[in-house]
Antibody
Framework: EVQLVESGGGLVQPGGSLRLSCAAS????????MNWVRQAPGKGLEWVAN????????HYVDSVKGRFTISRDNAKNSLYLQMNSLRAEDTAVYYC?????????WGQGTLVTVSS | DIVMTQSPDSLAVSLGERATINCKSS????????????LGWYQQKPGQPPKSLIY???TRESGVPERFSGSGSGTDFTLTISSLQAEDVAVYYC?????????FGQGTKLEIK
């Protein structure tokens, strides 16, 4: 069974940093593109970033470029999102999702709250 | 960026009746070299992550009931639930994955009438 478990969320002040992790199991992690997708409270879904199987290619939504970095460790079956210079508008549940195009499996999400 | 617009924003349908949700993209998501529409549909129930229902605009994910179907091509797409069940109450999203950023529609909230 495919499992994606996010961690690392919490309360952070504006301008602060946070690193999210996603632990993958039940599939060959190194064979899949991976994504981060976020959802602000009571709002819709926003795709944030994705990363190629070997980490050689990454893409970001404009609103996080230069502030967020997606990375992976295939030896640890783990996906990461380093978030710097956080803003109030980054407050959301962050989901880890598998897939190059369609995301066919999702984690339960981790809540990031940016507030003073 | 490709803008995805869903209609309606909310929808109330009686049990057993048909529900139809529309999704329009600001540019075509049909890739001519393989004739595939880079468009998917997701279902999100309260307190849960999204679940993939349909990919390539019309292909159901394994295990998704046959009452769910997707159609359309180019810029106009439809998700149809042929006979609404109580467990179908959710928010439905379309997403284009033709080009990054992979944008979602704003969502359509489906309720029972």
């Amino acid at each position: 069974e495919v499992q994606l478990v996010e961690s690392g969320g919490g309360l952070v002040q504006p301008g602060g940093s946070l690193r999210l992790s996603c632990a993958a199991s039940g599939f060959t992690f190194s064979s899949y593109w991976m994504n981060w997708v976020r959802q602000a409270p009571g709002k819709g879904l926003e795709w944030v970033a994705n990363i190629k199987q070997d980490g050689s290619e990454e893409h970001y939504v404009d609103s996080v470029k230069g502030r967020f970095t997606i990375s992976r460790d295939n030896a640890k079956n783990s996906l990461y999102l380093q978030m710097n210079s956080l803003r109030a508008e980054d407050t959301a549940v962050y989901y880890c999702a598998r897939g190059y195009r369609q995301s066919d499996s999702w984690g339960q999400g981790t809540l990031v709250t940016v507030s003073s | 960026d490709i803008v995805m617009t869903q209609s309606p924003d909310s929808l109330a349908v009686s049990l057993g009746e048909r529900a139809t949700i529309n999704c329009k993209s600001s540019q075509s998501v049909l890739y001519s070299s393989n004739n595939k529409n880079y468009l998917g549909w997701y279902q999100q129930k309260p307190g849960q992550p999204p679940k993939s229902l349909i990919y390539w605009a019309s292909t159901r994910e394994s295990g998704v009931p046959e009452r769910f179907s997707g159609s359309g091509s180019g810029t106009d797409f439809t998700l149809t639930i042929s006979s609404l069940q109580a467990e179908d109450v959710a928010v439905y999203y379309c997403q284009q994955y033709y080009s990054t950023p992979y944008t979602f529609g704003q969502g359509t909230k489906l309720e029972i009438k």
